[in-house]
């Protein structure tokens, strides 16, 4: 089964620039779709980026232009790059896989990470 961690969270300083990893493992097949989640203090989870079945990458209104998601297939690993952070950015980030069959994306199978916090201040 799939495997998720994410690493490269912390306190950043309004208007930095932090990357967050996730080193997936397990089948490829079930992790074809990947994405960013976040889920801010007594707020509902939010996507924030992701591959779609056909690798396009999607992102949030609130992050359009400030961050940018990208594949490591040697390394295995998931990539968010957030620029001009701001206080309402603060939350926890989590890393989301998704089968990918056919170029369909099925979120029933979704597999998550533990999550890592980023607090912005």
């Known amino acids: 089964h799939v495997q998720l961690v994410e690493s490269g969270g912390g306190s950043v300083q309004a208007g930095g620039s932090p990357s967050l990893t996730c080193t997936a493992s397990?089948?490829?097949?079930?992790?074809?779709?990947m994405g960013w989640f976040r889920q801010a203090p007594g707020k509902e989870r939010e996507e924030v980026a992701r591959?779609?079945?056909?690798?396009?990458?999607d992102y949030a209104e609130s992050v359009k232009g400030r961050a940018s998601i990208s594949v490591d297939s040697a390394k295995n690993t998931f990539l968010l790059q957030m620029n001009s952070l701001k206080p309402e950015d603060t939350a926890v980030y989590y890393c989301?896989?998704?089968?990918?069959?056919?170029?369909?994306?099925?979120?029933?199978?979704?597999?998550w990470g533990q999550g890592t916090q980023v607090t912005v201040s």
């Open positions: 989301a896989a998704d089968r990918r069959v056919g170029g369909i994306c099925y979120e029933s199978s979704r597999a």
């Open positions: 591959f779609d079945g056909d690798r396009n990458a």
């Open positions: 397990g089948p490829t097949y079930e992790r074809g779709c």
